[in-house]
């Protein structure tokens, strides 16, 4: 019987200290992976877990926050020499040939079972939340435009996945320092969830049938209000 | 039946920087925005676009939270629902809607952009919202929604000369919204009869008082059935 705060941080380098030069088919996010949409829990790059993501019968999760690595859009005048001299992405480079950006271009999908949860207006499945409205790291240079409400909802017994895209080019891939620039050291995922565990479960799904928003007020607010329909 | 928060976002960029593109790729570069033309970001044809214009079925409602564009380059952000535009002067004449200086994407980018052949130079500073779109905008069932972008000085750094992906500035525009489906969408008409904001928690207090409504009915059901038989 527990309501818990859960967070999950991806990082496309597996490595902890100083990134290795990359070598293909280390698990290290190179530029292949460019426009591949990738499992930040199993996609077989930087930090991963050993299974898919998934609730028991006994369990409900509360996904209040995706977020990634954001971008500066810039010009399409810059060449590889003009290093961004400021905010978190610092040291990250443009290319004449790439898209005028600063940043690797990320996106964030949520994937409950087989079902997308961010669409196009023309209800196609679209790459998901932008980095760019909802940074990781945050900071005064990258603030949320994107707030996760209404909360996603992972009901007992589903998979579910957060899937991270980068639509960098090659040579625009990560900062020149720790040689991240092929490694994959600077892409960064980011996800807050609660999960609601035996008894919370049951209530979660109590609450839901009410139409009421699950969180651990409105759960503490059911369990007293049967407390009290006791008596107590 | 679903309530859900869905977020489009629009940059000028797309597969050798002419044109537009129905899905992002890593060969994108800067497509030049002319100036003082409203680009519709779904299917203007620059950058990334989808199928076909927004809109909404007969099962859908779509409330409209935020929306921004990047500062530079005298970008501003409107809405436009069916053919009537949302922003307009004191005087109901037509405008290019909000400043990106007012409702910046990023939020904390930099103010300014100097657009420079070699390095591009950002404004040292941290730009924040001065502009938050509330009431909500609310579109319809069965209405076709466009969000117009518009810069008044072009995004080509070189006045005079041509535009070209070298001369010219990366712009974004972020639209955030909800999309009520199903059941949901027809509480949401039902709250908009009622003059009761559109969100998602009015939309759960109205599923709560149904049922509740529903239960006493139940209630007094039995408790009238148990007097009958006495």
Not at chain 1, 31 to 37: E, F, H, I, R
Not at chain 1, 208 to 216: C, D, F, H, V, Y
Not at chain 2, 25 to 30: A, I, L, Y
């Amino acid at each position: 019987m527990s309501m818990r705060s859960q967070v999950y941080a991806w990082n496309g380098n597996s490595f902890i200290g100083a990134a290795p030069a990359f070598a293909a088919g280390t698990g290290q996010f190179g530029t292949a992976q460019s426009g591949v949409q990738t499992s930040i829990f199993i996609g077989g790059f930087g930090n991963n877990i050993t299974k898919p993501a998934e609730t028991t019968a006994t369990e409900f999760v509360v996904i209040e926050d995706v977020s990634c690595t954001p971008t500066l859009p810039a010009s399409g005048a810059a060449t590889s020499a003009a290093p961004l001299a400021i905010g978190q992405l610092a040291g990250w480079i443009l290319n004449a040939a790439g898209p005028g950006t600063f940043g690797p271009r990320a996106y964030l999908q949520v994937r409950i079972n087989t079902t997308d949860y961010f669409l196009n207006p023309d209800n196609v499945t679209n790459d998901g939340i932008p980095g760019t409205s909802s940074p990781y790291p945050r900071s005064l240079d990258f603030q949320p435009s994107f707030n996760l409400y209404p909360d996603v909802y992972v009901l007992p017994g589903q998979v579910w996945d957060v899937r991270y895209t980068a639509y960098a080019a090659a040579a625009n891939w990560g900062t020149a320092t720790l040689n991240a620039a092929t490694n994959g050291a600077d892409h960064n995922a980011f996800c807050k969830y609660t999960l609601y565990d035996g008894p919370d479960a049951l209530i979660a799904n109590k609450l839901l049938e009410m139409g009421i928003s699950i969180n651990p007020g409105n759960v503490d607010w059911y369990k007293r209000s049967l407390l009290s329909a006791q008596g107590m | 039946m679903s309530m859900r928060s869905q977020v489009y976002e629009w940059a000028n960029l797309a597969p050798g920087g002419a044109g537009s593109t129905l899905s992002r790729s890593n060969t994108d570069t800067v497509v030049p925005v002319p100036a003082n033309v409203s680009t519709d970001i779904f299917i203007g044809g620059i950058g990334n676009n989808i199928t076909k214009p927004a809109e909404t079925t007969a099962t859908q409602f779509i409330v409209i939270e935020d929306i921004s564009c990047t500062p530079w380059v005298a970008g501003a952000v409107q809405v436009r629902i069916n053919t009537t535009d949302y922003f307009q002067n004191p005087d109901v004449t037509q405008m290019n809607g909000v400043p990106g200086l007012a409702s910046p994407y990023p939020r904390g980018c930099p103010s300014n952009l100097t657009l420079n052949a070699a390095n591009p130079a950002f404004t040292p500073d941290n730009l924040l919202k001065s502009f938050d779109l509330y009431p909500d905008v609310y579109v319809l069932p069965g209405q076709v929604f466009q969000i117009l972008y518009t810069t008044s000085t072009s995004s080509s750094g070189a006045v005079g000369t041509a535009p070209t992906t070298a001369n010219s500035a990366t712009v974004m525009c972020f639209v955030k919204y909800t999309l009520y489906d199903g059941p949901d969408a027809l509480i949401a008409n039902k709250l908009l009869e009622l003059g009761v904001t559109i969100n998602p928690n009015n939309v759960d207090w109205y599923k709560r008082s149904l049922i509740e409504q529903q239960t006493r009915s139940a209630v007094a059901a039995t408790a009238a059935a148990a007097g009958g038989q006495a």
